[in-house]
């Protein structure tokens, strides 16, 4: 009987305790969901694209949150990527992924991690970021920089550009010929500069080799012979230098007829009128000068040009010739015993021989030192053909002149850096008809002196010459007129000093004889033309700057049929002649 009652109560402990854990299974959240919707998260594409160091929003959605609150994660397959989860309180939102900078082509797994923590829920989704392939890493030494100019043990820099750099490069360098180098790169692995130091002897010609590493180990390498030109003693300041065929000429680097020096990091042929008159053009930035070395038998004229990271800041005109213009000069006294000596030829011209066109002389805006080519021909409306070092024809530009909003900036920079620029100016700009600005306030009525008297560092005539100004430097033409006569037929009579040239019938120029029975040439080159920059006239009559204005315009010399003795007021944009007279 006690064991019975033994028995029935252990059975009815069991059940009592069973039916305890049943009811609390159903009510205990540890153990069981209160939400039984499934948590899912996807983003807005299977895939998605990217540049390297760039970035992307990545749009998501979360659905079956139903109040919970979640914990939302991303992370990424490539650690040198960055990612950032935005989320609004609905659980829509983005993975901000930034691209590493580099890239070899390979797909980037993003994954959003969702989790649920009270409900015991977690769910991920995937996307795709193709991530574009980085650029190759490439290494340019300047194109620009063909010859380098240096003293026996001295230095002289060379830029070159690195491209496709995103982590640091590492530059190795050599060179041939008893040359030694160094090189650095700087402006986050952009640029760099190779100094190479010469030996006692520069000898004629060195190369370069050139190699970049970055950290991804990538290479590229580059190799360049240069020709060399040795620095003799600098020239006096000028925009102009006149060199005999085959000599050389080492160019102070300052701006034109001053004593402010040129920044620049490379020299350079901007355009020669006779393919290989220019044998080689270098620079040297820390020696602040650029050497131009001329090939023999050839004369002409040339521009170079000093850069600084391949834009002009400089430019000068190089006069190719045997021409001694303190030998052979052109001339007179007045009355009042004052004696005016010009050049025997207008600048640039390859001779002063009478119905020739080498006696034709460069052009030039009123201000400007930068000249542009002659005509081709006595009877031609085309200019001279151009070249590069090369061999490549430069054609010389016509633009508008720029107009600035701010009406205090002037052309002047920008003409500075195009030397092959004819500015023109619309013939409704008038009064202001000028390619420096469109101001009157503005107009520079001294860019050659013609206010101040002195030789200003715009004017393009070679030391110890500059612009005239206009009136008592030319009275010689008013002198010779008065004596001067017509014949029957119309021409000028060739027994008296000033007069009419003709050529089988064609007028194209003035000749003067002075007292003691020398010829003076005056050839009728024509102009270009203030609004269309095109050559006209060529044969029919010339201008000749001076470096006066009169208001808004520029004076110059009239060289026509019937006018041997006149000055006139033009638009400055005007391309006319320039003859120089001894300071």
Not at 127 to 156: F, H, M, Y
Not at 367 to 378: H, M, Q
């Amino acid at each position: 009987m006690k064991l019975f009652k033994k028995i029935s109560s252990i059975l009815f402990l069991t059940a009592i305790t069973v039916s305890f854990l049943v009811s609390c299974k159903g009510t205990d959240p540890i153990d069981e969901p209160l939400i039984k919707t499934n948590l899912v998260a996807k983003f807005a594409s299977a895939s998605f694209d990217v540049d390297p160091d760039n970035t992307i929003e990545l749009p998501f959605t979360i659905t079956g949150v139903e109040g919970a609150v979640l914990s939302v994660t991303a992370s990424s397959s490539n650690p040198d990527a960055t990612v950032k989860v935005s989320i609004d309180a609905d659980y829509q939102g983005e993975v901000t992924f930034k691209a590493p900078s580099f890239s070899d082509g390979s797909a980037v797994t993003v994954t959003l991690n969702v989790n649920d923590p009270v409900n015991k829920r977690e769910t991920t989704a995937t996307t795709i970021v193709n991530v574009t392939e980085s650029d190759p890493l490439t290494l340019t030494i300047s194109s620009d920089i063909k010859s380098v100019s240096v003293r026996a043990g001295g230095k002289v820099s060379i830029p070159f550009t690195v491209g496709g750099a995103t982590t640091k490069v590492t530059p190795t360098v050599s060179a041939n010929n008893g040359w030694s180098a160094t090189a650095t790169v700087e402006n986050d692995n952009k640029t760099g500069e190779i100094v190479l130091t010469a030996p006692a002897s520069v000898g004629t010609s060195v190369k370069v080799d050139l190699t970049i590493k970055d950290e991804k180990n990538r290479e590229a390498s580059a190799s360049q012979e240069f020709s060399v030109v040795e620095i003799s003693s600098a020239a006096n300041a000028s925009n102009c230098f006149i060199v005999k065929p085959g000599e050389s000429v080492t160019i102070s680097a300052v701006e034109g007829n001053s004593t402010k020096k040129v920044i620049f990091n490379s020299a350079s042929l901007v355009w020669e009128d006779e393919i290989g008159l220019i044998a080689d053009v270098g620079g040297n930035g820390t020696e602040g000068v650029v050497v131009v070395k001329t090939n023999s038998g050839k004369t002409g004229n040339a521009v170079v040009a000093a850069k600084q990271d391949g834009v002009i800041v400089w430019s000068w005109h190089v006069w190719v010739t045997d021409y001694e213009p303190s030998k052979d000069v052109f001339a007179w006294t007045d009355a009042g015993d004052v004696t005016y000596t010009f050049m025997d030829r207008d600048l640039g011209a390859r001779s002063n021989e009478k119905y020739s066109s080498d006696a034709f002389g460069l052009f030039y805006q009123w201000g400007r030192k930068d000249p542009f080519a002659s005509p081709e021909s006595l009877t031609s409306s085309t200019q001279r053909k151009t070249y590069d070092a090369d061999g490549n024809r430069v054609y010389l530009e016509s633009r508008v002149r720029p107009v600035f909003p701010d009406r205090t900036t002037t052309t002047l920079d920008s003409a500075i850096r195009n030397p092959t620029v004819f500015y023109t100016a619309p013939s409704s700009a008038w009064p202001v008809v000028d390619w420096l600005t469109d101001e009157a306030e503005l107009q520079d009525n001294d860019l050659w002196g013609g206010v101040s008297g002195v030789k200003s560092k715009y004017d393009p005539c070679p030391t110890g010459w500059k612009v005239p100004k206009s009136g008592a430097a030319w009275g010689f033409r008013s002198q010779y007129k008065k004596e001067g006569k017509l014949t029957d037929d119309g021409k000028y009579d060739p027994t008296y000093p000033w007069y009419a040239e003709y050529e089988d019938a064609y007028c194209i120029g003035f000749r003067y004889k002075d007292t003691s029975g020398k010829e003076f040439w005056f050839p009728w080159a024509g102009h270009i033309n203030c609004n269309n920059g095109k050559l006209q006239s060529v044969g029919g009559g010339g201008q000749t700057h001076t470096a006066s204005v009169s208001g808004n315009l520029c004076v110059i010399e009239i060289f026509a049929w019937g006018n041997p003795a006149s000055e006139a007021q033009l638009n400055r944009p005007y391309g006319s002649n320039v003859r120089c007279i001894k300071e």
